[in-house]
Each structure stands twice: as C-alpha cells, then as structure tokens.
C-alpha cells in the first residue's frame, strides 16, 4: 500500500513537472526540425573587404535594428545623471563582500541599483551587470536590501514583501563571482519600465511619452537603463569597479535587453545572452518555437511599432539575429541555450552565433571555434561562446561557471 502510494506521488509529481515544462513550449507552434522554412540568411558582411568597410557597414545594422525592431533610444546627456549615494555599505557572504545600494534618477524613474564589490579587491574590478525580474531583494536573502516599490511581477497584488527575498538566488551565483574577484551590479528592470502593456504611460515612458513606431520598446528602454548604470560608473571613480571592463548579462526577455545593451552601446566590454531565444540570439526565419508574430501579440511593448510589419514575415526582414551577434565584434560575446528550451530555439541561437563568426574572423578574432552544434554541456569559447546546458530554461551555476571562464579569458588584465 505504501509502495503504491509513493508511485502515485511520484507520478503526480512528474506529471506536474512536464506539464510545466510543456507550458513554456506552447502547441501550436513548430519544434520539429524537418519543418523548418526554407531560408537565406542576409549576409552581415555584404560589401565589406576590410574592417574600415565593417565600421560603415555597422552603422547601417545598427540602424537597421534601431529602425525596425527595438526602436531609437533617446539622446541622455551622461553629466546630468543625478545619483543619490547609498546611505549605508554593508557587509555580505562572511564579510566577503561590499554590498551598496546607489539610486540612479532617470527622467521618469528612480532606479535603485545593487551592488556587489570583493571586499578584498585591490584595484577596480571587472564586473558582471543585469537586469532582475523580481526586484533586487530577490537575488540574495538579506533583509538589508531595499525592497522596491512599485509594480513587480509575480508578488501578492503585484507588489514586493520580505517573503520574496533571495527567491531567484539561484540564478544569480552572487558568491562564486565574488569569490572569482568580480563585482555584480544588478537593477530591477520594472523600475526603468514595468513589464505590462499599459500603453507606455509609466516607467521612463511617463517622462519621454508615447514612442513613435521607430522609436524605443520596452527592451530598449531597460537596455538604456543599463547604459546610464556604465554613465554612473564613469562618472564616480569610488565605485571599486572598472567601466571598460562590464559584462552586460541578461536572461531570456533580459537576455535579448543584453543582447541589444552591447549593440546599442559599444562601451559594453562583454555580452552574454542566457537563453534570450525569439528577438534575442535565435535567428527569427528559422520560425522554430517562438515567432516574431507570437512576440509582438503576447509583448506588443517590447519592440517598435514597426516590428510588428514582419509578423508571419519573416523573410523580409532586412537583417536576422546573427548581425545582431556581429554588431558585439570585436568584444567577447556569449551565447547560452538550454536543451529543454525548445520555445527558444537552441539551434538556431547557436546558428546566430555562428553567423557572426565571419565578421569576427575579418577582425582578426577567432571568432566561434566549432563548426557544428557542440554536444549538450560541452561549452565552446574562443572571442565567441556558446554552450547549450541540459535541463530547462534557467539561469544555473553551470551557466555562471562558464560566464566566470568567459570573463577569466578576456576581462582580466593581462
Ligand atoms: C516568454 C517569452 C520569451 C521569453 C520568456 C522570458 O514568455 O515568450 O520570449 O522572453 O518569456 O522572458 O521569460
């Protein structure tokens, strides 16, 4: 009887969890390798000789991409960044750490950042930068850190309290970046803009106004948000950490706002893409999961206006996903897939990294050394990364390891 009663429990409890995973692979939409569109991908290098040629060539990518998908961002005057210092610095992980708590005044919003420094370090430290999903009092249990106010996905009413603490720690490996010597600056991305389709009444909206169809989606404005952080940096040479060398990082829908950080700002010394799939690293004709049409009906604020013109249209965009790639050359840029994200597209992320291969190598950089899809947890790193992790879409210790090797091989100084 007890035996029968265990395996009716087990079963439960693994119907549940495919039940779960199959949700985030909705029906309806293509996972079957065979179906995949025909395709021709535009060539990022068309016209292009000599890395002179790429600079020109560049430019009209990435106006490409300001253009007709992620939208223009406006002009911010970095010396009119008003900071509020933090008004204590404590000490974390067994005193291991400086945690401090900045507050950035955007136009429009109060962007409280959180800030992990070796307590030990010498010089400025290289550092690993990203947006959270829930707010900062969510990526470590401490009941020192802030909790935000406002909107927050997930909470009771939509708001933050203390029972959320520490409840995405793992997806952020605060310790082991510590213990590595790098810094960690994370920022609430609902405080730059919540992530609802309210008609872009609140966050930094609520200050700019409504966007025209070229102009900024929600992921270019938490994108422009982690471009006033590096201002924030630059400006204040007591931070213990280093501007030229930040690692923008992001997962999923913060994974593409990583992804689009790198290209839109150029200061951006690494970029890494967690599973950032449709609109991030996944290359959009391919159609294999997620569409550009199914993006822009469940998240018509994410993008421009004049993204939605290539719904059920992808063959006429101008560009796809791996130029979005080679706008990072010739910085380091990493690519993570999950083999349980199939919404995701795992091949076609790594088809984008190696799209951008070219442009690497006319560079001068290795670019991505593996000419096919490496085997599931067989990480591949030359000046581009790319690894697909077994298990779901997350962010694990297993990405972060790689990330913390990424970052040894081109953050360091030699
Ligand atoms: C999904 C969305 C993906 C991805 C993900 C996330 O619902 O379809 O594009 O961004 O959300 O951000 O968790």
């Not at 210092?85 to 900045?102: N, R």
């Not at 872009?200 to 106004?209: I, L, Q, T």
């Not at 204040?236 to 689009?260: E, F, Q």
């Amino acid at each position: 009887m007890k035996n029968r009663l265990q395996l009716v429990l087990i079963l439960a409890i693994l119907s549940f969890a495919v039940s779960r995973e199959a949700s985030a692979q909705p029906d309806g939409f293509n996972y079957d390798e065979s179906k995949v569109p025909q395709y021709r991908l535009p060539d990022p290098l068309k016209g292009v000789k000599t890395s002179a040629d790429w600079k020109k060539r560049r430019q009209e990518i990435l106006s490409l991409f300001q253009q007709q998908m992620f939208g223009m961002a406006p002009e911010f005057d970095a010396s009119k960044l008003r900071v509020s210092a933090s008004a204590a610095e404590h000490l974390v992980l067994d005193g291991k750490a400086k945690m401090t708590q900045p507050v950035l005044h955007l136009p429009g919003a109060d962007v409280q950042l959180l800030v992990f420094v070796p307590a030990k370090s010498k010089g400025p430290v290289p550092t690993f930068l990203g947006c959270n999903f829930g707010g900062n009092h969510t990526v470590l249990a401490d009941s020192r850190i802030v909790l935000p106010e406002g909107w927050v996905r997930g909470g009771k009413d939509n708001r933050s309290d203390d029972s959320q603490r520490g409840k995405s720690s793992s997806r952020w490996a605060v310790e082991k970046i510590i213990d590595r010597g790098y810094g960690l600056i994370t920022v609430y991305y609902g405080h730059i803009d919540p992530d609802f389709d309210d008609g872009f009444r609140n966050g930094v909206y609520s200050h700019f106004g409504q966007p025209k169809p070229n102009e900024w989606g929600s992921i270019a404005a938490w994108a422009w948000g982690l471009s006033r952080v590096l201002d924030y940096l630059e400006a204040t040479p007591t931070t213990g950490i280093d501007p030229k060398r930040v690692a923008v990082m992001g997962h999923s829908r913060l994974g593409k706002t990583s992804l689009w950080a790198g290209a839109s700002d150029e200061r951006f010394a690494m970029v890494i893409s967690n599973d950032s799939g449709c609109g991030g690293a996944a290359l959009s004709r391919r159609a294999f999961g997620e569409t550009v049409k199914r993006i822009n009906t469940s998240f018509p604020h994410w993008f421009c206006g004049n993204f939605k013109r290539y719904n059920g249209k992808e063959s006429e965009l101008p560009f796809d996903q791996h130029m979005l790639i080679s706008l990072m050359a010739p910085r380091p840029v990493y690519v993570a897939s999950a083999e349980g994200d199939r919404w995701a597209d795992p091949h076609g992320e790594f088809l984008s990294a190696k799209g951008a291969d070219p442009v690497y190598r006319l560079l001068g950089t290795e670019g991505l050394p593996a000419k096919t899809m490496p085997a599931v947890n067989e990480p591949v790193q030359g000046q581009i990364g790319y690894h697909m992790r077994s298990g779901k879409h997350d962010v694990t210790d297993f990405d972060w390891g790689q990330y913390l090797n990424f970052a040894d091989r081109h953050l360091r100084k030699k």
